[in-house]
């Protein structure tokens, strides 16, 4: 079976439009660069506005920050970085040929999601913790202190963007998982590996939101 | 011919609506966009006709300011902004360098479904009450106070814009990774140039929007503090946002249209277009410049004064690309064997009205002359002037000069003329009294207006019912031709481009053999390709 | 010339960096250095996504022009930022100009 799909992995991967496997690989690395270059600006319209917003009411920014954890943050932050690891690993072993290999890309790939999975569920107990203390802006809003007004806008901005952090890092554990799934069944090889590689990049990136967001969020005025 | 034609087979719906070929992905989008144009024109009836008179009389205030934020949003968003892309760029960014489809068929198709999604949410929002927000979606009035269907229509338009952002990036990678053997970078056509720099904006531009209005979202139905004054939030920093894209979106709906008239010109004057690389350059000029001057949309809204000086001397700096293209079309006409069929007409339409619009625009970017035409009907007409006098005057000149490419069969060209002629004539006197009555101080977004300026108002209304018939002609001999047409050759204008060495229609395939391309891409001046071969 | 991708010891020194980097931007965040102290949590994390970028993204490796396409996000990205602040940082100066 796997020795089949090996052999028969070049001709049935290339699609009709492309002249040879190098030209459907290149192309579908700069389509996800391309892309990833889209998300930066999205991440970007709330990071703009997470400017503006911190500079106006920098004393208002610490004192909310000062209400998040930062040890759960910087857990989640080695967990990401470690699924990155594991990813970049994953991406290596696509590239080799043999049943070893596989079971390695298979495995890391496995790793992946299931770090992602621990950062997510990570996540949803501190959002249950800061929805229990009133944290979630809205009429319910509540914060103690001076800032209360500003802080909200802190909160929408936290919960805005860790939340589509969150959905991106859900979407690639679907990924992830698609991906091992059909790795485990011989899919790719030196030859072909595309799917494998464009995964990557998409979960590094996300990872890349994180490493700046965690700062951004959590480590706001802790100096005093 | 050993292949069948793209239009022949496969048969059926399915085979449509399921298709990957970006040719019919093209007449997919051809339909809807089509289909959303009368939409938004009927709208625009609307609004004229409340505006034969100086009383508010045929429509209340609020259902008005309901007629022009759908107008504006229709039309921006489900027409402008995707037709020529999406259609003759769908069609023609393949074929032109030599590759058989896009690098990502499916995504393509995908973009056609995400923009049909986008655009029956906010048709759904449409009939549900409608949004009286204006297309630029001001907080706090949308977040806070507006009772229209904000939140629906804002999802529809997020989700259309992941449609533009598809379509760009499919075009950047396959114009950078399918070009046929021998095309170089300065061999392509224009158009291509065109669209590159057009796919750059939608590109990194598109996501801001999305993101802003995500926010809005956000802050209306879930109750999230962004730009909320009452917690602190700045509304002007949505104004910032939105156009950051806005701005530019006027060049992702300007620059493909610049790109067919760099062909058009060409075909027509049967000459190389004058200063090849200056065209070229000036499509990223204005695309990069494109993302540097959006503030000069908020000189009067709060903005510091400062960074409206900035944003005033930088959008100055448009001009200057803008007049290159003019100027080396006009350049590329002299002593060229000019013939003024139907598609020429259109592209001296676009010359003309783009040149007053684009002059009109550095009025406004004048911070100090700004300020007193802002929000009047002199915006209303300059922009006009651009969207409707160059990009749709652009699309129907492309139209027709693909037109036996892509439908393999001749429109009747007396009618094709004469129709391009009341669209010239319909246009001017919609837009043209716009320009004095703006000047004269009516502000854009009133249902009602003083009495002294009813006669350039009718004037007005007038000039739209006879741009409304314009638009129909084309419609219907179109539509006629297909069946009734006289087939054509591969190459009925003689002009140059790869697409032009395929049948029309094209198979599917678009070329048997892969081709080599040995030379520049206008190859009408045959003394200058003596000199360069 | 460059491998075309580099091997798993490089990814693991990298992830030994950015965890490092990750304790340093948590001890910077809790001194007290003011002002500086938002700069230089910036400065890390630009690192750390940096690292990212070159080695586990392979952008070190591969083509010219995806580091292009990686930079211009990046660029369009200030852009955006620049002139909004710009803005927002300015528009308390003009009562000191009237008066």
Known sequence: ?224 | MSAESYLASPRGVRSWLLTTDHKRIAILYLVSVTLFFFLGSAFAVAIRLELLTPAGDAVQADTYGRLFTMHGVVMIFFFLIPAIPTVLGNFLVPMMIGARDLAFPRLNLLSWYVYVLGASISLWAIVHGGVDTGWTFYTPFSTTYSNGAVVTTGIGVFITGFSSILTGLNFIVTIHRMRAPGLGWYRLPLFIWAHYATSLMMVLGTPVIAMTLLLVVAERALGLGIFDPARGGDPILFQHLFWFYSHPAVYIMVLPAMGVISELVTAFAKKNIFGYRFVAWASIAIAVLGFFVWGHHMFVSGQSAYAGMVFSALSFLVAVPSAIKVFNWTATLYRGSVSFRTPMLYAFGFIGLFTIGGLTGLFLSALGLDVHVHDTYFVVAHFHYIMVGGTIMAFLGGLHYWWPKISGSSYPEGWARFSALVIFVGFNLTFFPQFLLGYLGMPRRYHAYPPELQVLNVMSSAGASILGVGYLIPMVYLFWSMRYGARVAANPWGASGLEWTTPSPPPTCNFETTPVVTQDPYTYSSEEAQVVG | MAPAHPSPSIYVAVFMTLVGLTALTVWAASAHLGAWSGVIALSIATTKATLVVLYFMHVRYGERFIAVVAVAGAFWLAILVVFVLADVLTRSWLPILVR
């Open chain 1, 1 to 224: 079976m796997a020795e089949a799909g090996h052999s028969q992995a070049p001709v049935s991967s290339l699609k009709h439009h492309f002249d040879d496997m190098e030209q459907q690989q290149a192309a579908s690395t700069l389509g996800m660069w391309v892309f990833l270059a889209t998300e930066v600006l999205f991440f970007g319209g709330a990071l703009t506005v997470y400017a503006v917003y911190r500079l106006v009411y920098p004393a208002a920014f610490s004192a909310a920050s000062n209400h998040l954890d930062v040890r759960i943050g910087a857990v989640n932050t080695v967990v990401l970085i470690g699924s990155s690891l594991t990813m970049a690993i994953a991406v290596w072993s696509a590239r080799r040929n043999g049943p070893r290999s596989t079971r390695m890309l298979v495995g890391s790939l496995a790793m992946t999601a299931l770090l992602g999975s621990v950062f997510l569920a990570i996540k949803a107990t501190e959002y249950s913790a800061k929805l229990a203390a009133g944290l979630f802006p809205g009429p319910a809003f509540r914060f103690p202190g001076a800032h209360a007004r500003p802080a909200e806008l802190f909160y929408s901005l936290y919960f805005v963007l860790t939340g589509l952090h969150a959905l991106h890092l859900a979407i690639g554990i679907g990924v992830v998982a698609v991906v091992a799934a059909r790795a485990a069944r011989g899919r790719y090889d030196l030859e072909y590996h595309g799917p494998v590689e464009i995964t990557g990049l998409y979960w590094h990136f996300v990872d890349v939101v994180w490493i700046f967001l965690f700062p951004l969020l959590y480590l706001v005025g802790r100096g005093g």
